[in-house]
């Protein structure tokens, strides 16, 4: 169970019944995002660090939002903050944010294993919420939120991932996560950003170059979004990308006519997804973001709800099994 | 530690007995069933409440809207234990505003409970009137809450349990008085 987590540093480290736990944990919070008063105490007196070190704003806004519904506080460090700038290291920035006893602390950084490394490090838990191309574990289990309401079970899908899958964390984060669900997963994009070597990523993984066969048969695809400093002449130029990989209505009628569409955002419309596509009734985009928040309130909830583990409190021992 | 049982408190055919005579009292203290709706509190106040429905149901011929609350949100020991209990769903599918709520569970203590579920209520809405009815009310207050509808009220220590066992959870239907023991 969830008992031995203490951070969520990615999707490869997680169990399958982790994953299944924190889905179903997920599901309360789900409903609590229709609620009319959306704002708990539960995690009143509690604070997070959000310590961003690469600029994000979707991400960012989801991990405050979520810590605010559950009436935890937070304190924000951005990427375009001083002492970034000023040639702080990462572990005297984040030994900064601990000293003033924050209870978990939330991070965004370029280099792979950022989080990992301040885990080792502090006493307090430690979620990635992305990390250089290595993992961005909260989307992938968002993803899977989405695509098990949408389609009634994760399990045995044909998952379709397109874009740059090599600078990807949320695709290596997808692979992990929905490689322990028996799911068969197809990657494809220009051979510069999708090598064959990334076959062995993970069972049942297959490398394609061509989106019709990608597409075929597929019941969800996820498209990533094409990051624009990526794209330039004369190595790819957009037009390029968007006549061979694009995802457009009538390549989306190769896929299963229900086939679901997931995009992290942001999206960039016209260059890897047709708007038709992204505003169309297959797309899940918008739950995804929904789903984000009710993800990151079950995180914050289970990893740092509780008693501090600096000062074990003794817990009450008054176990009446009706109250 | 041990459990030992003690005695039981209420046979099956007593708890069904007792619940018919909640119904009535509720319906009669309402001035109809029309505003009146039910709150089971997980676990064993959902098949209370729902049981509690269809009596109402039989004799006054009023649907009365009927949802389930889960408190562990709300529950004012968090901070103080280990590990976090599992969350679970809310369902509660109709407006509470202006409503007649009844909050059925199965056993009073300490208050607590109940204290938890009004919050997760004004969370939803502005009830007009919310009112408790519970199946055993074996005192020992921490907080100032008391029910309007009592099935049984019992005298206990404070080692003692009240175990309520319910047909749609345990697969057994009774309610026993146990005691802890070193």
Request: proline share 5%; with cysteine; hydrophobic share 40%.
């Amino acid at each position: 169970m969830l008992q031995r987590l203490s951070h969520l540093l990615g999707t490869e480290v997680l169990s399958h019944e982790q994953i299944l736990f924190l889905l179903d944990q997920a599901k309360p919070f789900q409903e609590f995002q229709r609620h009319p008063l959306k704002k708990l105490a539960t995690l009143r007196g509690k604070t997070v660090a959000i310590a961003f070190f690469e600029s994000s704003t979707r991400t960012r806004i989801s991990f405050t939002t979520a810590a605010a519904r559950l009436g935890a506080d937070t304190m924000a460090l951005q990427a375009e903050s001083s002492s970034l700038k000023k040639g702080e290291s990462l572990i005297d920035t984040v030994r900064t944010l601990e000293a003033m006893r924050p209870d978990g602390i939330v991070i965004r950084h370029a280099s792979s294993g950022a989080p990992a490394f301040v885990a080792e490090r502090l006493e307090i838990p430690v979620l990635n919420a992305g990390d250089g191309t290595h993992e961005h574990p909260t989307q992938a289990l968002l993803d899977a939120l989405t695509i098990r309401d949408r389609k009634g079970k994760l399990e045995d899908w044909n998952v379709t991932i397109l874009g740059d899958i090599l600078h990807s964390r949320v695709a290596r984060s997808n692979i992990h996560l929905l490689s322990k669900f028996g799911t068969r997963i197809t990657l494809c994009g220009p051979a510069m950003w999708v090598p064959r070597a990334l076959e062995n990523l993970a069972p049942n993984l297959r490398v394609t170059h061509r989106i019709e066969e990608a597409l075929e048969g597929a019941d969800v695809v996820m498209v990533l979004r094409v990051q624009t400093e990526r794209i330039h002449e004369p190595a790819l130029a957009a037009d390029e990308y968007i006549a061979g990989y694009q995802l457009t209505p009538a390549r989306l009628r190769l896929a299963r006519p229900d086939a679901l569409v997931l995009h992290p955002g942001p999206i960039v419309r016209g260059l890897e997804i047709d708007s038709a596509v992204a505003d169309g009734p297959q797309s899940g985009v918008l739950e995804q973001v929904t789903n984000g928040l009710a993800v990151r309130m079950a995180l914050l909830y289970h990893l740092i709800g509780g008693a501090p583990t600096d000062a074990p409190h003794p817990a009450k021992d008054r176990s009446n099994a009706s109250d | 530690m041990r459990v030992v049982e003690k005695r039981q408190l209420l046979s099956a055919e007593e708890i069904d007995r007792t619940l018919q005579r909640l119904a009535h009292e509720i319906v009669e203290k309402s001035g109809g069933a029309n505003d009146l709706a039910l709150i089971g509190v997980r676990r064993r106040g959902v098949p209370l409440s729902e049981r509690l429905a269809k009596q109402i149901r039989g004799f006054a011929h009023v649907a009365s809207p009927v949802g389930t609350l889960d408190i562990t949100l709300y529950r004012d020991d968090l901070s103080t234990i280990d590990h976090q209990p599992v969350v679970q769903s809310t369902q509660i599918d109709f407006p509470v505003d202006d409503r007649d709520l009844v909050i059925v569970d199965d056993v009073l203590y300490t208050g607590r409970t109940i204290r938890a579920a009004m919050n997760g209520l004004f969370d939803l809405g502005r009830p007009r009137r919310i009112r408790l009815c519970v199946l055993i009310d074996r005192g020992h207050r921490e907080l100032p809450v008391e029910a309007s509808f009592v099935g049984r009220s019992v005298q206990t220590t404070d080692t003692e349990i009240v175990e309520v066992r319910l047909q749609e959870i345990d697969g057994e239907e009774r309610v026993m008085l146990v005691d802890r023991v070193e």
